[in-house]
């Protein structure tokens, strides 16, 4: 038996099954391939798109024709219960909600020979498109000839993400290579770590106590100066303690401020601990600033220094980092004047841009690298405080 020809629509009933789905869609998150509508409500829809009005019979009956076309179509469904009108309608009716076509897969590029074995796992129905953006990000920076030389894994997934292209997948490219967990590559930390040569670095142990000695791992006491030097991540102040060791210094302590921890753990600092200046270097964005401003507050009010900024990193930061989608909406003007005034005045209007825009510099992208092979940074930890 031949099949039968499928149900025209036509244009008007197009758009009044678009707004069919429209409105049963509204407010829902989940994906479900059918939603259910009220006929009041597709009543009200009718009325607001096609003007009609007036006539009780000729309203239900006009709109039963649209929906029995719809219903033909296999756009809706029809509940069995009815109104029991005059003209009868259903009671609801469940609404097909407009396929989403899948992604398309991205072809496969020419592969680096040490992504060989990726060949393999192309077109298997587990790999997703976020997997093969992945390889692909890995590959490129492969056949770009990079710098091998070895730095931690944020740094190092910045490098591998951190470009345009693959910001729809990785919005927050640092944190890629810690995220994915899939195939031959992915899934083994140790492999990973030794195929892109990614030094492990691991957040401190954290204490209250300012030891008089310096630590085995130097995170907490530095004994060379008064200044304590406060980094918002984690991945940057391992950095930073490996960079010091090589060069003259005046910190007395670098912490990892804990992200928003430091605006308020900055009144733990007592008059016996010895600081004598506070430096901070933080993420660009709205909350990497508003952070040290409530710290300030915090410490003035504690009669402590003033959280100042480490101007010449973030110098480097504005020159080495490319922006990134922002995780906070996009400020007004007003207020990213207001808190770029933390800056030195010659970052103020590259941040207020930035802040407006809705986007942001990750702190990472000035890594272990810069920090090795620069010395523009060293004002930073040294007297006296960098003017604003």
């Known amino acids: 038996m031949p099949k039968p020809d499928p149900i025209r629509l036509s244009t008007a009933d197009r758009t009044f099954l678009a707004a069919l789905r429209e409105r049963s869609s509204a407010g829902k998150r989940s994906a479900a391939a059918w939603r259910k509508l009220a006929i009041p409500v597709a009543r009200e829809l009718y009325h607001e798109l096609f003007g009609r009005a007036g006539d009780d019979t000729l309203v239900p009956k006009v709109l039963l024709q649209t929906l029995s076309r ?21 009671v609801s009716i469940r609404v097909r909600e407009q396929p989403t076509p899948p992604p398309d897969r991205p072809a496969m590029p020419p592969l680096h020979p040490r992504l060989s074995r990726v060949a393999a796992e192309w077109q298997l ?21 990079p710098d091998l030389t070895p730095v931690p894994l944020c740094e190092r997934s910045l490098e591998v993400f951190g470009g345009p292209a693959h910001l729809t997948h990785f919005p927050e490219p640092e944190k890629a290579l810690r995220d994915l967990s899939f195939g031959w590559l992915f899934s083994d930390q140790v492999y990973l770590r030794n195929f892109l040569n990614i030094l492990r670095a691991e957040p401190p142990l954290l204490n209250e106590w300012y030891p008089t000695r310096p630590q085995e791992r130097g995170y907490t006491a530095m004994e060379r100066g008064d200044i304590l030097f406060v980094v918002e991540n984690y991945t940057t102040c391992w950095s930073l303690t490996k960079a010091l060791e090589k060069i003259d210094h005046q910190l007395g302590y670098l912490a990892w401020g804990i992200g928003k921890s430091f605006s308020s753990s900055v009144r733990s600092i007592r008059p016996d601990h010895g600081v004598g200046a506070i430096r901070y270097f933080g993420d660009l964005d709205a909350s990497g600033l508003i952070i040290p401003i409530r710290a300030t507050e915090k410490a003035r009010a504690a009669g402590l220094p003033p959280v100042t900024p480490a101007g010449d990193l973030y110098d480097a930061l504005f020159r080495l980092g490319t922006p990134l989608p922002g995780k906070e909406d996009p400020l007004p003007r007003a207020r990213a004047e207001e808190l770029a005034a933390w800056l030195p005045e010659r970052h103020r209007t590259r941040a207020v841009d930035l802040l407006v825009r809705g986007e942001r510099l990750a702190q990472e992208w000035v890594s272990l690298r810069h920090l090795n092979s620069s010395n523009s940074w060293h004002t930073d930890v040294r007297q006296p405080p960098c003017p604003l």
Not at 70 to 90: I, K, M, N, Q, S
Request: charged share 35%.
């Open 125 to 145: 129905n587990s790999r997703k498109p976020r997997h093969l953006a992945a390889y692909i990000a890995v590959n490129e920076w492969l056949t770009g000839d």
């Open 70 to 90: 719809l219903r033909d179509a296999g756009e809706v469904e029809f509940v069995t219960r009815t109104d029991h009108e005059r003209v009868e309608l259903p």
